[in-house]
């Protein structure tokens, strides 16, 4: 690790988002650790990136696993920059949803982010930013009750942190990205995926660069002044223009 780069946290580093978002801060100068529950695809992606610059190291951990996201986060002297990005997702009818779907996600998309905020925030000092990759869904959707309710949930904690840290000076953010091109769009059926592109106001599918672009907006040492805010880069649909 080059102790003269700032360090940054980003989970769910893997792939999709958080792969885009680790490229993204490297490019920007950045010491990045990428995290993953899945050892595979992040291992080969981190070795290839490590390919090319030595600012990078990646873990395997659960962001809920609180014992060890704080033996991770104490080996690190200062971290400046975390970027909560792991979440979970699967549609569902409301009517089908089960009480375990609610529990999971829950776990994941906010307990998640608590547990890496409350841990790396620990290392924070005055002048740190905590970014927290959200949704469009939190302000509603239908088919993912339990995803919505997880997002609503991670902007809540976002203002809630906003609040609380900025005695210290950590200023705490969100992303708000719509359909971005990944797997967890993939993960829908074709006609799904068709039925979300459609009412999207531009009628195209954003990409991870894009939100990593605004991640590193907030990640940005020249970014101050701003916290508890929620930037939303979903082509135009939080607008309320198209039918939800
Ligand atoms: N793709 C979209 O259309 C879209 C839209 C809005 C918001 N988002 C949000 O963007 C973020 C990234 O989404 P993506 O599309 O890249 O998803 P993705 O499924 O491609 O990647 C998510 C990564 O998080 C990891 N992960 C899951 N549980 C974890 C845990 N407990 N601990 C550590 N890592 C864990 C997964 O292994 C995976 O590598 C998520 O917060 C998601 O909710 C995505």
Known sequence: MTSEKEVALVTGAGRGIGLATTKRLLEDGFHVVMLDVNPDPLTANADELRAASNSV??????????????????????????????????????????????RKMYEVNVIGSFVMAQEAAKQMERGARII?????????????????????????????????????????????????????FRSLTPERQQELIAKQPTKEIGQPEDIANGIAFFASPRTKNVTGQILALDGGRSMGITLY
């Open 132 to 184: 927290n990759v959200a949704s469009r869904a939190y302000l509603a959707g239908y088919a993912h009750a339990p995803y919505i309710t997880s997002k609503a949930g991670s902007i809540g904690l976002t203002r809630a942190m906003a609040i609380d840290l900025a005695g210290r000076g950590i200023l705490v953010n969100s992303v708000a990205p719509g359909l971005i091109e990944t797997e967890m």
């Open 57 to 102: 190291e990646h873990h395997v951990l659960s962001v809920t696993d609180r014992a060890a996201v704080a033996a991770l986060t104490s080996s690190f002297p200062r971290i400046d920059v975390l970027v909560n990005n792991a979440a979970i997702f699967w549609d569902g009818k409301f009517d089908e949803v089960t009480e375990d779907d609610f």
